[in-house]
């Protein structure tokens, strides 16, 4: 079993950056794949980020790649979404996941852990 907590969601203005964290619990923390997945209102939730529990490979998705940077601190238990140069269409919840043993391309059914969410608001 493994629950995540998000944080680090807020407001924030067109150009500027903000910091999520995933807090994770459970014992093997690093044979997960974790990823960040978002969902704006009235859209279907999108993959953002994965990265794989050796830290070895990342994936992004191609509409955040060159702003955003996902890394993971398998010591601590929580990985990160660095966002910068945000955009309003990033406005949305970001959720945190957890697929064990999987790839950084796998899809979003393969996830079996996610966290509630934390919504970031980007204004123009």
């Known amino acids: 079993q493994v629950q995540l907590v998000e944080s680090g969601g807020g407001l924030v203005q067109a150009g500027g950056s903000l910091r999520l964290s995933c807090a994770a619990s459970g014992r093997t923390f690093s044979r997960y794949v974790m990823g960040w997945f978002r969902q704006a209102p009235g859209k279907e939730r999108e993959f953002v980020a994965a990265?794989?529990?050796?830290?070895?490979?990342?994936s992004y998705a191609d509409s955040v790649k060159g702003r955003f940077t996902i890394s993971r601190d398998n010591a601590k238990n929580t990985v990160f979404l660095q966002m910068n140069s945000l955009k309003p269409e990033d406005t949305a919840v970001y959720y945190c996941a957890a697929a064990f043993r999987g790839g950084v391309d796998d899809p979003s059914s393969r996830y079996s852990y996610w966290g509630q969410g934390t919504q970031v608001t980007v204004s123009s």
């Open positions: 990265i794989s529990w050796s830290v070895s490979s990342t």
